[in-house]
């Protein structure tokens, strides 16, 4: 069994419970073993980076240092935000300099060993794409769905090292190994709004409104994202936006843990998908998945 | 007794600024040898050559050591000014006291110090300075240009109306390259073709041209004057003796389908083919991977079945297919080299943000050249690959594969601004009604009447400049939307298309690293030449006698390509003024008593200058060949028995030098 450091962020404590439910879920049924960090604190999005780039740099290092007393080599993290800076910091401690500095901020040594990974990358190498087929319980067969990717997991390719920035696709290998369609469209990198919906309702609703429609357009059912800040806008704004622009999209948007566990066979009520404010139940049920 | 005099340069305040140059002049007095020292603001001026040759008189020097600049930059100037006092030239050595010394120190006291050092080493080298004599060989005048592009054709036909013999070698089918498959021209618009096939024709039908059309240089040995070139001539599978150019074959061929090189794609053409009705020469090629006939004869020896087919054999007037025609390499002589190798465009499909090159209505600026171009595969007519409709709305992407660090091309391809203008008014002008819109980083025209023509494009023809790179382009309902930012409004843009060109930047020639390793010069990171002097010999390459012209050192335009070329040419006629050649005798000796016969020379002489000699006795020993070997000083020291030496750097000589350092 490979064991992980696990970030879980204040999303998943918070806004995106069901993301953490059932990221843990699958992750215990593929056999990796999940330890969340002791004692971790914000990684510093969106903000952190905005006033400072010590600080930027320092909160995300303060959450690598507790991996290495833990024994573990590799953290995985689910949220594509906290996964950005972790990511970014990971690499700017390959600089002697920058890990000086940061110790002296931090009053500890540091010394950047620790790998860090989207946890849709963990959960996309062949190997588990493997186990999954094996261990499919009710494939989704028929289920169209538009994968997205969201603006930071790819971003800036050189750090991030996503399989493809543009046109990514470990997301996509997964849904097919699950038996779901994956429709082309392409808007799987595009920006939802990220973390402006309290600043500027306005652009989050444009920018969502144009990812559900062309979502819809291209024949897809669902959206599946890997990022607790992408769901929350593109599931939670939709009764806004059909207020304001006349669209009703009624789009399910899942967390891609989401459908995973379901194919693994968990109940749709154990991974809380019920907690979604765009109904995604009803679409469930309709294909016996739920 | 050498009898040393010593002349330190002020070269304005470059030197003395930093160095004492009277006070060095002084200290040198103390020097062995040194009966004569002084200090001049500019010695390379006529004055300060006239002090040097009046003290060679007044004070019988019998050396001279000149304290000056590089002697990449004056040696030839003090060389001529002591022979012109009677001296030997090569009893006059330099030490560099700029660049080695006032350019690169601030502290004067110990820039003089040093400068007095650097001195001391030269003067002990000069008293053990022997004089030597340069030998004339003959040379070969003969010109080989690579490459058939504009370009090449200029420097072509300017050398052999000059009176001397050209083989022009390309590669391709046919002569002409970019220039051909071009529509008109900016800034004047004149039609490309009209001015271009003019000059085809004059250098196919030249009495003192020999072209060779679909074949390339394998190899390059010698040295200027004197090289000798293989030449493979790719086997066409018609005989061009016999031929005549009726058509008949490339009218009947039934493989049709084969994407056209010539159209980029846009268009396709037979097997047996010439890649446009104007090519030159007007005989066909057959292209060996897509003939039926000929691919039937390979499955043969393979001992596959496979149709064949031999239309165009049966149906030749004058029988002159011939399936049993093969490469062959032809050697020849040349005594100098012009290398026109000219550009590809950047591939674009690196860009994963524009469609990774699969739109299908994302196109080049070659391409769209060659859709509006009256003989190219749509008869002149802009229509949309995907679907053959009219585009409506265009929009540009400038700087594509250009300026960018991303995709690892930083520099600037200096003729897509002025492309792209040309084509937004050559698209209105088959169309008024289009709409025509031009993402842009900054606008590069600089050239005569270049401003005042992407002027015209914005006010006249009412193209739209967006200042911003692109960011993104996707296919929505039958068209693309492409996404931007407007940098000047600071504000998110999106337009709608029927169709995308991109202006993709200018790259080094496929292949090009390879030709410039096989000819033996020098070229940048990218593929393209490199100048023996940016400046002042942009048309030379590091080894002599093989000059450049056109893309083959760097984007450029029409006009600067010919401009270099007639530069070229005028070099090239220069060299062939001559009947000698006149050879640096600062070349290495071999000591035959002390020769062991290894050859272990010879095996690391870049220019084949070892020869084997059988001495009386039967030993085999080295020989240098004088007017190959470049001075290197390789050989030297590979020699184990120290039996090879270089003329004006002899072992004796350097480690004077040293020695007078390590005792001061
Ligand atoms: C879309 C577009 C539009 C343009 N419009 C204009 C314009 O309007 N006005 C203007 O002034 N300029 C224009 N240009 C620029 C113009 O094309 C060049 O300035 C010109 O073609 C350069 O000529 P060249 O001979 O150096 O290179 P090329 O035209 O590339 O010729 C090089 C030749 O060498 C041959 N070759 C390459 N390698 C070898 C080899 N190893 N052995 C033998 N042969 C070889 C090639 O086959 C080719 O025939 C445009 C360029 C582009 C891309
Ligand atoms: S010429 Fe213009 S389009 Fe071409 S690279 Fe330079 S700035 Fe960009
Ligand atoms: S010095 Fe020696 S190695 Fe160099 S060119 Fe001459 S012979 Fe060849």
Redesign the interface.
Known sequence: MSTYAYYPGCSLHGTAKEYDRSARLVCQALGLELREVEDWNCCGASSAHMVSHWLALSLPARNLQPVEKMGLETMTVPCAACYARLKDVSCELKDPEVRAKIGRVLGDQVTGRVTVEPLIGTLTTQEILDKAASLIVKPLTGLKVATYYGCLLTRPPKVAQFDDPENPQSMDRLLRTLGSEVVEWYFKTECCGASLPVARTDIVLDLSRKLLAAAKKAGAEAIVTACPMCHSNLDSRQGEIRGRYGDDFKMPIFFFTELLGLALGYPARELLIANHLTDALSLLQGRGLA | MPRIGVFVCHCGSNIAATVDCAGVAEATRGFPGVVHAADFKYLCAETGQNLIRDAIAEHRLNRVVVASCSPRMHEPTFRKAVAQAGLNPYLMEMANIREHCSWVHADRQVATAKATEIIRMVVAKVARNEPLTAKQVGLTKRLLVIGGGIAGIQAALDVANAGYQVTLVERTPTIGGKMAMLDKTFPTLDCSACILTPRMVELSQHPNIELRTYAEVLSVKGFVGNFEVEILQKARKVNHLTCTGCGTCWQKCPEKNVPSEFDVGMGRRTASYIPFPQAVPNKPVSDTANCRSVRHLAAKERGEKLMECRVCEKLCPTKSIDWEQKDEIIVDRFGAIIVANGYDTFDHSVY??YG?GKYPDVITGLQLERLMNASGPTKGEVVRPSDGKHPHSVVFLACVGSRDDKVGRPYCSKICCMYTAKHALMLKEHDPNIQTYVFYLDIRAAGRGYEEFVRRVQEEYGSTYIRGRVS?I???DGKLIIKGEDTLLGRPVEVEADLVVLATGITAASGAVDLMQTIGISYDTYGFINEMHPKLRPVETNTDGVYLAGCASGPKDIPDSVSQASAAAVKVCGLFSQDYLTTDPMTSVVDQMKCVGCFLCEEVCPFRAVERETLRGGKVVARINESVCKGCGLCVAACRGEALNLKGFTDQQLLAQVTALLRA
């Open positions: 994963g943000e990774y993104w996707y296919p929505q």
